[in-house]
């Protein structure tokens, strides 16, 4: 069974810090792509942040600058730090993972966490 464990959600005054980490398990083949996307009350789910099993990364704009996001593939893991933090970045954020099961099933599985509050506080 595939599991995504995230963590490092809290709350943070504006201008902080926070680094979210989010670690697959179980039967993995490949992992084609990990990242991050977040939704805020009454909004819809929209990316943060992605990066390919390359390191090839993707960001929305209005992170570009305070965020990265990194990854170890050794640990299944993916990375985000939040830097710079804003009250409007306040949502809860997402771990999601594109990824291959087994050898011979050859299609690609998508994943999703559980979900990790983030909140900003002005």
């Known amino acids: 069974q595939v599991q995504l464990v995230e963590s490092g959600g809290g709350l943070v005054q504006a201008g902080g810090s926070l680094r979210l980490s989010c670690a697959a398990s179980?039967?993995?083949?490949?992992?084609?792509?990990m990242g991050w996307y977040r939704q805020a009350p009454g909004k819809e789910r929209e990316l943060v942040a992605t990066?390919?099993?390359?390191?090839?990364?993707n960001y929305a704009a209005s992170v570009k600058g305070r965020f990265t996001i990194s990854r170890d593939n050794a640990k299944n893991t993916v990375y985000l730090q939040m830097n710079s933090l804003k009250p409007e970045d306040t949502a809860v954020y997402y771990c999601?993972?594109?990824?291959?099961?087994?050898?011979?099933?050859?299609?690609?599985?998508?994943?999703w966490g559980q979900g990790t509050q983030v909140a900003v506080s002005s």
């Open positions: 990066i390919t099993r390359a390191g090839n990364t």
């Open positions: 999601n993972m594109k990824y291959i099961p087994s050898a011979w099933l050859g299609s690609e599985y998508d994943r």
């Open positions: 179980g039967t993995i083949f490949g992992i084609n792509a």
